[in-house]
């Protein structure tokens, strides 16, 4: 991605070790969710957040060794991982179904290796067309990112509700419009509080912030209407509509040389999921007085 190797490798690898801790961790915490342990949950995620945060800000204070800021961090967070895994696993026991697990996953998995695609040769489009839009599109990512991360919640929310059969799709859309309003405005907020000190192009930011803010506001759609159509109705279908979007935006990435190509992709992309998922959605359900969404009768052949 155009970046130096040595300013980067060691906390490229702290981030892998990050994310294999931060899967073990979501595991965790899905299960104390589907078991209604919402602060239990609540309080394992947050601690995580804050004794990752503390590590690596109090070791860059002490020393500049990467080296030593990247261990502690990754040592601080396995013990306290394995703690809770230790006090967690032994509550259940894992039943491992690989088809059942690819049934309701595999239009995530999928999904996530596109995207690493799309990201790898996306950006490296980006950076090769100046520093001005590589900043801009970092520093955009570094206040969207933490609010994407937050908005992950509304589709974990809808996955729980649905599997409990507790899932009433006129009230979450309602929150998740709440939620998804809060993080933009969040987003406003920070990028014109922190802009002038990044040295960030006015216009070129806020072409960048623009898209994400757009699909936020997408997400809310899709984050009640993807996990419902992938359980509810055709796991086969959300996941080709799903694997084809991500197909067509890492495309879109790598063969349009633009600064702006990941956004467009992105956003461009999103509508037409969401488009499609409306349209199964208003052929096959409909929405009952109470808001919850049940299947259409089918008509019955009536013979003479």
Do not use: H
């Not at 690898?13 to 609540?42: C, H, I, P, R």
């Not at 945060?53 to 261990?71: H, R």
């Not at 990754?74 to 032994?90: A, D, G, I, Q």
């Not at 694997?243 to 040389?257: G, M, N, T």
């Amino acid at each position: 991605m155009n970046m130096s190797p040595e300013i980067y490798r060691n906390f490229t690898l702290m981030s892998f070790g990050e994310l294999f801790l931060s899967f073990v961790l979501s595991m965790l915490t899905e299960k104390m969710y589907s078991k209604d342990k919402d602060k239990q949950a609540n309080l394992c995620t947050i601690g995580f957040i804050a004794l990752n945060f503390a590590t690596v800000v109090l070791t860059a204070l002490i020393t500049k060794n990467q080296l030593i800021i990247v261990l502690v961090n990754f040592v601080s967070l396995f013990v306290y991982v394995l703690v809770w895994f230790c006090l967690t696993v032994k509550k259940f026991k894992f039943d491992f179904n690989i088809i059942q697990n690819f049934k309701y996953e595999s239009l995530y998995t999928l999904g996530n290796v596109l995207m690493l695609v799309t990201y790898l040769f996306g950006y490296s489009s980006v950076f090769s067309f100046g520093g001005e839009y590589v900043v801009a599109l970092n520093f955009v990512n570094l206040i969207t990112d933490p609010q994407w991360d937050a908005l992950e919640a509304m589709d974990k929310i809808a996955k729980i509700d649905i599997s409990n059969s507790e899932n009433n799709y006129k009230k979450a859309l309602k929150n998740s419009a709440v939620i998804s309003s809060t993080y933009c405005l969040s987003s406003i907020v920070l990028f014109f509080a922190l802009f002038k000190t990044y040295k960030v192009v006015l216009t070129i930011g806020l072409i960048y912030l623009a898209i994400q803010i757009a699909d936020m506001l997408l997400e809310v759609f899709l984050s009640n209407l993807q996990p419902f159509l992938q359980i509810e109705y055709s796991p086969t279908k959300s996941t080709i509509i799903s694997l084809v979007s991500k197909i067509l935006r890492a495309l879109i990435s790598i063969l349009w040389v633009n600064p702006y190509n990941t956004n467009v992709g992105q956003i461009g992309i999103d509508i037409l999921i969401v488009v499609a998922f409306f349209i199964m959605r208003f052929r096959n359900f409909k929405l009952s007085n109470d808001g919850t969404l049940v299947r259409k009768d089918k008509p019955v052949s009536i013979k003479q």
